[in-house]
């Protein structure tokens, strides 16, 4: 993480904050409430930075040993497995339910986000010393994260409770849910669509919201607005298609020459990457580095290989013959040398070691599993890749087929994978081909799951055919049905708040 981001000052999700000397050097009265007035540029900062601190929501621990948030959308898909994770395979047998301690930690995590944003955007607000363009890019920050939780909540739970100020009685713990439709027109595209009005730079290399995001996020956005389930109409493709084509033709992101170079921590918030859950080893560092390593075999020197986080073979072995990506060590790895506190001098093991089976290397952090244990590189929210497939999906849907740009855009990613150019001309089959490229470029960061919710539509592994996503078989033998297209509301918000129906399907 870079320092000019490292939240020294923690919000917390309805009182206040603990600050830094630094932030109070007017001031310093040792902590900072809802009740303060923000009387410096230092302050203000510290209620936006604040914002941040929950991006690690997204791959936090959790759900008991070898657990992680980033974990339970992959869970879901039907292709990853978690070994000795002890969550796990109640999502891929389709056995959990609204106890689960990832669904748990997923609402608490991106509604606690929600409080600070609610807190920064009010108190940034009433800062009269700050020049009107510094303000505005401060509230434009704390909106667009406020969007993306909320985004990632209503894809995930659908109809949810809407809180844009802040909590200041019990009775406001009541509040009812809203319809997802209505969290879109009124939350998550109207801050966006401010923020976008924000000069805030296109790229920030410390991590923070940037135009790149905004434009980025809206593009997503927008896709997932027009698809299942809100199917909000063919005009939200092309606004979609306009916001990554902003993207792709301001120039600021490029794709790395190789895949490797996306898990050099030297590239964090670099060329490729638009926006990261920041990580540094000696104050946070990235644990879905041991929870992607094999279980307890020997090849780090983590004290534990969790082994929590490991992709189907069946999905590897649909990826097209030829695909770089799943040549060794580049999206996967087969094997790896066993670590000396492990293996003996002498024994052949430590050169080389077959471990079996696959494994992710998209978290794999040389110089952590080699000898520190202290995982340095970021996890990944958005990246350029992507932004040049959501041009390619939401251009086609626009026009009723792929234009010039399109072809080019998924073509580069391939290109990067050494496969054939795409020459598909139909709106139909270039869709699919995007699809596909979504899932195997993106695959475990947190898409594919909401891919399928969005399409309604699954790739079978084994046949690499289309499926219709209920009715779908997985691997596991499980059929996804209705109630999988949305987690349950948490059982300790439907004890808590009176006003909560629970999803279809669930208690």
């Known amino acids: 993480m870079k320092k000019n981001i490292i939240f020294y000052t923690f919000l917390t999700a309805a009182v206040g904050l603990t600050s830094c000397e ?39 621990g959790g759900g008991g040993w070898g657990g992680n948030n980033a974990s339970l959308v992959e869970y879901m898909t039907g292709k990853a497995d978690g070994n000795a994770q002890s969550e796990a ?33 009010q108190k940034v607000g009433e800062i009269s010393s700050l020049p009107e363009a510094t303000r505005a890019n401060m509230v434009a920050e704390a909106k667009t994260l406020r969007a993306l939780y909320y985004f990632q909540l209503v894809r995930m739970f659908g109809d949810i409770p809407k809180l844009t100020t802040l909590v200041t009685s019990l009775d406001q713990v009541q509040t009812p849910r809203s319809p997802a439709k209505e969290i879109y027109d009124e939350i998550i595209i ?15 290399v410390a991590g923070r919201v940037s135009k790149g995001l905004i434009k980025s996020l809206l593009a997503d956005v927008y896709l997932t607005y027009a698809g299942f389930p809100i199917q909000a109409g063919n005009q939200f493709y092309a606004e979609s298609a306009k916001r990554s084509k902003e993207v792709i033709d ?26 990261q859950v920041q ?44 695909d770089k990506r799943t040549q060794e060590k580049q999206f996967f790895y087969t094997f790896y040398k066993g670590h000396p506190s492990d293996y003996p001098a002498g024994d052949p093991r430590r050169d080389s070691l077959n471990l079996g089976g696959y494994y992710l290397y998209k978290w794999f952090d040389k110089a952590a599993i080699d000898s520190d244990a202290k995982a340095n590189i970021n996890y ?11 041009y390619a999906e939401a251009s086609n849907k626009a026009e009723n087929g792929p234009n010039a740009q399109a072809l080019k855009a998924l073509n580069d990613i391939r290109s990067r994978a050494k496969l054939p150019a795409v020459t598909a001309t139909t709106s139909a089959a270039f869709e699919q081909a995007v699809w596909a490229e979504r899932y195997f470029e993106l695959c475990f960061e947190g898409k594919m799951f909401f891919d399928m919710l969005r399409t309604r539509k699954v790739r079978n592994d084994v046949t690499k055919q289309w499926d219709n996503f209920v009715g779908h078989k997985t691997v596991y033998g499980k059929t996804f049905s209705e109630k999988n297209l949305l987690f349950p509301i948490p059982k300790r918000e439907i004890d808590n708040n009176r006003n909560l129906k629970q999803n279809l399907g669930f208690n």
């Open 89 to 121: 395979y109640k999502f891929y047998d389709q056995e959990y339910d609204s106890r689960a301690f990832y669904i748990d930690n997923w609402w608490s995590g991106l509604y606690t986000g929600i409080a600070r944003a609610n807190l920064a955007i």
């Open 380 to 390: 990944t929210i958005y990246r350029y890749a992507e932004v040049l497939l959501l």
């Open 190 to 204: 109207p801050d966006l669509l401010e923020a976008e009005k924000s000069t805030l730079a296109w790229r920030d």
């Open 250 to 275: 301001n120039g600021s992101y490029s794709l790395f020459p190789e895949y490797t170079d996306m898990i050099l921590p030297a590239n964090r918030n670099q060329k490729e990457f638009i926006f």
């Open 279 to 322: 990580h540094e080893k000696d104050i946070r560092h990235n644990a879905l580095t041991p929870v992607t390593l094999p279980t307890l075999r020997g090849v780090a020197s983590y004290s534990d290989e969790y082994g929590g986080l490991v992709p189907r073979k069946e999905f590897i072995e649909s990826y097209e013959k030829g």
């Open 22 to 60: 630094d932030f109070l050097a007017e001031k310093p009265t040792g902590s900072l409430t809802t009740s303060s007035t923000v009387s410096s540029p230092e302050i203000a900062r510290s209620f936006v930075d604040g914002v941040y601190s929950t991006i690690t929501t997204w791959n936090n």
